[in-house]
């Protein structure tokens, strides 16, 4: 497992902007009023964007976890024998597949022009949070040395949480969600 990763973790920082004006040539969608749905838009593509991550990092622990369940040796076995550590891997691959599905299916369908702010929200919200539960396994199937920075679960477990929070919270995905699906359903 890379200890580059180990040493550098997600880069998060506030953002501060002071008596700053923007010409109305720059307003976000052209014309005053079109601002909210163009960056609707965007926080679309951003959260198909931001699952496709999620599948990307789960796989990346998912494998580091395998390699280690595969090494490490218990009662003079590879813990990867493990009924137990065999299920928290097939846990993990069930929902990074179901993850990666739900990505291709939305994009294919942003890509043909199609509506998918339901979409877009279903896979930001269970991809990010599938991540979550593909890192809380790992460490679990390392043990203590998953708590230890030189393996790098420990960090994409601290790192991989958020996921959750950008481009819009589980609990906003839920809302969006949500009230897609009660104003489909009465036309």
Same mark, same amino acid.
């Given at each position: 497992?890379? /200890?580059?990763?180990?040493? /550098?973790?997600?880069?998060?920082?506030?953002?501060? &902007?002071?008596?700053?004006?923007?010409?109305?040539?720059?307003?976000?969608?052209?014309? !005053? *009023?079109?601002?909210? /749905?163009?960056?609707?838009?965007?926080?679309?593509?951003?959260?198909?964007?931001?699952?496709?991550?999620?599948? *990307?990092?789960?796989?990346?622990?998912?494998?580091?976890?395998?390699?280690?369940?595969?090494?490490?040796?218990? &009662?003079?076995?590879?813990?990867?024998?493990?009924?137990?550590?065999?299920?928290?891997?097939?846990?993990? /691959?069930? !929902?990074?597949?179901?993850? +990666?599905?739900?990505?291709?299916?939305?994009?294919?369908?942003?890509?043909?022009?199609?509506?998918?702010?339901?979409?877009?929200?279903?896979?930001?919200?269970?991809?990010?949070?599938?991540?979550?539960?593909?890192?809380?396994?790992?460490?679990?199937?390392?043990?203590?040395?998953?708590?230890?920075? !030189?393996?790098?679960? !420990?960090?994409?477990?601290?790192?991989?949480?958020?996921?959750?929070?950008? +481009?819009?919270?589980?609990?906003?995905?839920?809302?969006?969600?949500?009230?897609?699906?009660?104003? +489909?359903?009465?036309?």
């Amino acid at each position: 497992m890379t /200890k580059r990763w180990a040493k /550098k973790g997600a880069h998060t920082c506030d953002v501060m &902007f002071d008596n700053v004006r923007v010409p109305a040539a720059n307003l976000i969608g052209g014309q !005053e *009023g079109q601002g909210f /749905k163009t960056a609707m838009k965007v926080l679309e593509k951003g959260r198909i964007h931001l699952a496709a991550v999620c599948v *990307g990092v789960a796989q990346r622990i998912l494998d580091d976890a395998l390699r280690y369940a595969i090494d490490r040796k218990q &009662f003079g076995q590879p813990i990867a024998e493990f009924q137990l550590v065999q299920a928290m891997l097939a846990d993990s /691959k069930a !929902e990074l597949y179901a993850a +990666e599905c739900m990505v291709i299916d939305a994009a294919r369908k942003r890509d043909e022009g199609r509506s998918v702010s339901t979409e877009a929200s279903c896979c930001k919200m269970f991809a990010s949070e599938m991540c979550g539960r593909v890192a809380d396994r790992a460490v679990q199937i390392l043990g203590g040395a998953g708590y230890l920075s !030189e393996y790098g679960i !420990e960090r994409f477990y601290r790192d991989v949480r958020l996921f959750r929070l950008y +481009e819009g919270t589980t609990q906003i995905q839920q809302i969006i969600i949500g009230r897609n699906m009660v104003r +489909e359903a009465r036309g």
